[in-house]
């Protein structure tokens, strides 16, 4: 595939004009009958979502090709696959194709001041380092289909206070028997961690929740190229072509992560927060808040009151 910078969808209501859907019903998650999505044409692009992806799929055609990644995505018979915001997925086909099943969206913004939060990083499917769908039988298709129809039936009910919780609930049993059948199917399953992209995740998750910016400052682009033994040139380069976003952007990414986080679950000074996650200065984090969300870090607090 040619070396073209992924193309970036920042919401659910952009994906579904792109498959030709109406509007979603909730604007931070939907569950899409694939069926009833646009045939998908001859292309070759990759892709980046700033919100999850879990997908359920059938009629896979043998002719086209999946990356995820850097790597070649294995489908063989395996039919569900998940994708965390920021990631790139790839496509490649010489042919029209149509695809049968379903794919769940979920906005990030929805997850917070739940127990999902945090929780959904720990699910090991969403990294890089999964390179095989997840194979299920037919009972356990069933199982799953069943809860992206409740997942779907909820928000078309009435939208009240109770809505999100109970949407939260079947999104945590969704992930459980995803992390009970990918066990199952992976216990033998070697993973390559030499891989740039997964290295990368790795190390800012790390350094974020082991507190290193309070102790180091900031993640820079010089350190984090020096751990991967790159220069921050080249580093910077291959991930613009693999991601479409330099270094710099992907710690960006993970500082807005994490300051919505502690943010909406936390009663904690803005300049609390700012010192926690490196800044030297506040005002330096309020600007870059604003400028990644378009909101002053108070006011985005305040969206949650």
Do not use: C
């Amino acid at each position: 595939m040619k070396n073209t910078q992924p193309r970036r969808i920042k919401t659910i209501n952009e994906y579904h004009q792109i498959k030709g859907l109406p509007k979603p019903e909730h604007p931070l998650v939907s569950v899409i009958h694939l069926d009833e999505t646009q045939q998908l044409t001859a292309t070759q692009k990759a892709w980046v979502f700033d919100f999850y992806s879990i997908a359920l799929k059938r009629n896979f055609d043998s002719n086209v090709k999946y990356k995820y990644g850097q790597q070649t995505y294995d489908f063989n018979e395996g039919v569900m696959f998940f994708i965390a915001p920021n990631q790139v997925f790839s496509v490649q086909t010489d042919r029209d194709y149509k695809l049968s099943g379903w794919m769940l969206l979920i906005h990030p913004d929805f997850l917070l001041q739940t127990s999902l939060a945090k929780a959904i990083n720990q699910y090991e499917y969403f990294s890089y380092s999964a390179n095989e769908a997840l194979h299920l039988s037919d009972k356990e298709e069933t199982a799953i289909t069943n809860i992206f129809k409740s997942i779907q039936q909820e928000y078309h009910s009435t939208i009240d206070t109770f809505s999100q919780s109970v949407i939260i609930n079947q999104i945590e049993l969704l992930l459980n028997y995803s992390d009970r059948f990918y066990h199952r199917q992976f216990i033998t399953r070697k993973i390559n961690n030499h891989q740039i992209l997964i290295r990368l995740e790795e190390m800012l998750n790390e350094y974020f929740r082991n507190d290193h910016s309070i102790e180091k400052g900031l993640p820079t682009v010089q350190g984090i190229a020096q751990s991967l033994n790159l220069s921050p040139n080249y580093l910077s380069s291959l991930l613009k072509v693999l991601t479409g976003q330099s270094t710099q952007q992907h710690i960006h990414n993970k500082l807005i992560e994490k300051a919505k986080e502690k943010l909406s679950i936390s009663n904690l000074p803005i300049s609390e927060i700012a010192y926690e996650l490196g800044f030297e200065h506040s005002q330096s984090f309020s600007k870059l808040f604003k400028t990644k969300t378009s909101l002053a870090p108070m006011e985005y607090r305040q969206s949650f009151n």
